[in-house]
């Protein structure tokens, strides 16, 4: 009896062990594979000092920690910190020489001879940016923390357990540093008040960790969740802000016609950044296209209505191109603000200059601003670690938007990305795509990593998977991801589903190297009535082939060779144009030789992919004429 129960219980075990270890397995991937983001209330009381450029805050703050960790400490940014002599900004723009960010640079040298200065270490100690916590408690408790230039570190009095909520009150000043980088006063179109990343702003934890990253010039990344702002400023000043107006009628710009100080109420929901401008030449206009939020223009009329006026049918277009193409954009109004040094996007706003040189110049900027409300704000990825996917997406959707909305029908809409990207290649100044923003170490590095090269990467796979498949990735992509914050495996994991194709070596090679794709055709020759091509792959990174042929009537023909790494194919992207498959091309092969059925003087040209769309850094190579 008791031999049997042994054997039982032997057999038993066996069977408890195999399904312990099933449980165990399906649990760890359910950690890795189940998201979650956290959430965050602000609401902010603002008192503006318009005399001496500092304001006085006070924010109350729900955080809900929707992570399975319990969290001890958290972090926020006081951006504005950078603003002094010596902080990280400083050192990186003193370190980087002639290579830095000329933008916060001065010129001490000659045109010929520049000698490049960091702006920042020329303030003068009134003008230093400063971000000063008066008081910060968590539910009543006083708290411990420490400033380390622009990051607040804070120990909590109370643990935030794993699906909990905690209350935060904060009361602080700011002292307003001059416009040297995105935000601040008077900038150089004499905006006083450029208020971008502004406030103590909670910094993200996800999957990956704290993002408490310096504010060393890059851009941004943040948590999820709703604010209500209020700002009071003196009657004669125009407020601007990402977010709906609540009390219209009892301010300047809006209704209103407040005598004495204003208050200004906001609200914006399920974002994760708040900004808002302020001036006395402000107006305020409001557009409601048909489709698309209702959008605020809020800048100096009588110095720059001109093109701001031209301008507004385009935007209307916009959204709708950009709703049918990428997805619904998910707020119900949009503010196109004056002020900032260029153009930068923030939650449901942009700063961008009132000044521009054509009509043209001045849509496609807010295209790409605006279009960011897509990649970054709604698909909201990290700006700071993968700068190409928001950057590179954008300057995509705004390049779609430059072709279509001016109807330049060009052969390749995204061809200035394309010629940049190859120009910097010629230079030596390619970097990985993936370095992170800040680590960039020249600013071309930065500017072809995170927008050309990457736009090339996206027009690319759309010559890899076909374009049908890329659009309908993009599609999946938001849909799947909006209003959440995923990174480039996730949209390599939509890509793969949707077309059906390996391609991990694509965002592996094209993105985290500077490898280049350069494909020759190196010899055509007649064999007997037949045409025998031999191509070769001279570059780093082996791609698909579409082979053109065009006859002497003129009458083009695609030879399509797969790579094998796909283990797909893509489908006909010209489906008037006759397509034959040839078999797959593996890229430990340099050479590939195929014949086509037809005598060598039926043709008049030989091309590797007419629609260059492939990154090949030297075309000439391509090209092959029967003469
Ligand atoms: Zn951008």
């Known amino acids: 009896m008791f031999e049997r129960i042994k054997r039982i219980f032997i057999r038993m075990?066996?069977?408890?062990l195999v399904s312990w270890t099933l449980f165990y397995s399906s649990f760890a991937w359910s950690q890795i594979d189940a998201y979650w983001q956290q959430h965050i209330d602000y609401k902010m009381d603002i008192e503006v000092n318009t005399k001496d450029f500092t304001y006085d805050g006070n924010q109350v703050i729900t955080y809900q920690n929707n992570s399975p960790n319990t969290l001890h400490k958290v972090y926020f940014h006081l951006y504005w910190n950078a603003f002094q002599p010596n902080s990280m900004m400083d050192q990186k723009l003193v370190t980087s020489g002639n290579d830095g960010d000329t933008k916060i640079m001065q010129n001490k040298g000659t045109k010929e001879n520049p000698k490049w200065v960091s702006e920042i270490s020329l303030l003068d100690p009134k003008d230093y940016g400063k971000q000063e916590i008066i008081s910060l408690t968590q539910k009543g408790k006083p708290l411990q923390y420490q400033i380390e230039g622009t990051i607040l570190e804070v120990e909590l009095a109370q643990p935030i357990l794993p699906n909990t909520s905690s209350q935060f009150e904060m009361k602080w000043k700011t002292f307003i540093p001059p416009v040297l980088r995105r935000g601040g006063k008077n900038n150089t179109e004499e905006v006083d008040f450029s208020m971008t990343q502004w406030y103590p702003k909670m910094a993200e934890y996800d999957y990956d960790?704290?993002?408490?990253?310096?504010?060393?010039?890059?851009?941004?990344?943040?948590?999820?969740?709703?604010?209500?702002?209020?700002?009071?400023?003196?009657?004669?000043?125009?407020?601007?802000?990402?977010?709906?107006?609540?009390?219209?009628?009892?301010?300047?710009?809006?209704?209103?016609?407040?005598?004495?100080?204003?208050?200004?109420?906001?609200?914006?929901?399920?974002?994760?950044?708040?900004?808002?401008?302020?001036?006395?030449?402000?107006?305020?206009?409001?557009?409601?296209?048909?489709?698309?939020?209702?959008?605020?223009?809020?800048?100096?009329?009588?110095?720059y209505g001109t093109y701001w006026k031209e301008v507004k049918p385009y935007v209307a277009k916009f959204w709708e191109l950009m709703n049918r193409t990428f997805g619904e954009y998910q707020y119900p109004t949009y503010s196109i603000l004056q002020g900032g040094d260029g153009g930068m996007e923030y939650g449901a706003c942009t700063l961008i200059m009132g000044k521009h040189d054509s009509l043209e110049d001045l849509a496609s900027l807010i295209f790409h601003e605006a279009g960011h409300s897509w990649f970054q704000h709604i698909i909201a990825t990290d700006e700071n670690t993968e700068a190409w996917l928001d950057e590179g997406l954008t300057t995509y959707a705004q390049d779609l938007c430059d072709d279509v909305l001016f109807n330049?029908?060009?052969?390749?809409?995204?061809?200035?990305?394309?010629?940049?990207?190859?120009?910097?290649h010629s230079r030596g100044k390619v970097e990985p795509m993936s370095t992170l923003a800040d680590h960039f170490k020249t600013k071309l590095g930065y500017s072809i990593g995170a927008y050309f090269k990457a736009e090339v990467f996206f027009s690319q796979l759309g010559y890899i998977i076909g374009e049908e498949n890329l659009q309908k990735t993009l599609k999946e992509y938001f849909n799947t991801w909006k209003l959440k914050h995923p990174t480039s495996r996730d949209l390599k994991h939509i890509a793969q589903e949707v077309s059906g194709m390996n391609l991990r070596w694509y965002f592996n090679q094209f993105v985290t190297t500077t490898d280049i794709i350069d494909y020759k055709i190196k010899e055509v020759k007649a064999i007997g009535?037949?045409?025998?091509?031999?191509?070769?792959?001279?570059?780093?990174?082996?791609?698909?082939?579409?082979?053109?042929?065009?006859?002497?009537?003129?009458?083009?023909?695609?030879?399509?060779?797969?790579?094998?790494?796909?283990?797909?194919?893509?489908?006909n992207d010209y489906p008037n144009l006759d397509r034959k498959v040839l078999p797959d091309w593996g890229w430990t092969q340099k050479e590939y030789i195929f014949t086509i059925d037809q005598p060598l003087?039926?043709?008049?040209?030989?091309?590797?992919?007419?629609?260059?769309?492939?990154a090949d850094v030297n075309y000439d190579n391509n090209i092959y004429e029967n003469k």
């Not at 003087?601 to 492939?614: E, Q």
Request: aromatic residues 16%; positive net charge.
């Open 13 to 16: 075990k066996h069977f408890f």
């Open 209 to 303: 960790g704290w993002h408490a990253d310096e504010y060393i010039g890059k851009e941004f990344h943040g948590v999820f969740g709703n604010f209500d702002v209020k700002i009071t400023i003196d009657p004669d000043y125009v407020v601007g802000a990402g977010g709906e107006i609540q009390n219209p009628n009892e301010v300047n710009g809006y209704g209103g016609k407040p005598k004495k100080k204003q208050t200004y109420h906001f609200i914006t929901k399920n974002i994760h950044d708040f900004a808002w401008v302020a001036d006395k030449d402000f107006v305020v206009e409001v557009q409601q296209p048909k489709i698309g939020p209702k959008t605020y223009y809020v800048y100096n009329k009588e110095k």
């Open 408 to 424: 330049k029908r060009q052969n390749n809409p995204f061809g200035r990305a394309y010629g940049a990207y190859l120009n910097a």
């Open 529 to 571: 009535d037949k045409t025998q091509v031999t191509l070769e792959n001279l570059g780093g990174i082996a791609m698909p082939i579409d082979f053109y042929t065009i006859d002497q009537t003129g009458k083009p023909q695609i030879f399509y060779i797969p790579l094998k790494l796909l283990r797909g194919e893509k489908p």
């Open 601 to 614: 003087s039926n043709f008049k040209t030989f091309v590797i992919d007419a629609s260059t769309r492939l």
